[in-house]
């Protein structure tokens, strides 16, 4: 029995360790996000690459180095390709969404 105290005490003591190491990590800065449109950002929400105000179904250019994407009120869909000039494997986003940077060239945002 004592044995499994110490098990115990030491996963809590470890656990602690972890909360008090995630408490001390940097925050991330708040980025300003338009209140319609879609927003196209650098990486994670870091910096805003792209505003496009009324999406009208046009084919435009991926910024090399877009992470994620927001769309607000007006966006219903953004639908992003592999190839330029939205060509190659089309995949629909949605209107909040992260991915791999330099995966989409292309995309095509649709609006209600």
Do not use: H, W
């Not at 927001?70 to 494997?89: D, H, K, M, W």
């Amino acid at each position: 029995m004592g044995k499994r105290i110490r098990t115990v005490a030491g996963l809590t003591a470890a656990g602690v360790a972890a909360l008090v190491g995630l408490q001390v990590q940097p925050a991330q800065a708040a980025v300003d996000v338009p209140a319609s449109g879609l927003s196209i950002f650098e990486g994670t929400f870091a910096r805003v690459l792209l505003y496009v105000p009324q999406p009208d179904g046009s084919c435009v250019p991926m910024p090399a180095t877009a992470g994620s994407l927001t769309g607000e009120r007006i966006v219903s869909q953004v639908s992003a390709f592999t190839g330029p000039n939205c060509t190659g494997l089309q995949q629909n986003l949605g209107t909040f969404r992260t991915f791999t940077p330099g995966k989409y060239q292309s995309f095509r945002a649709y609006t209600f």
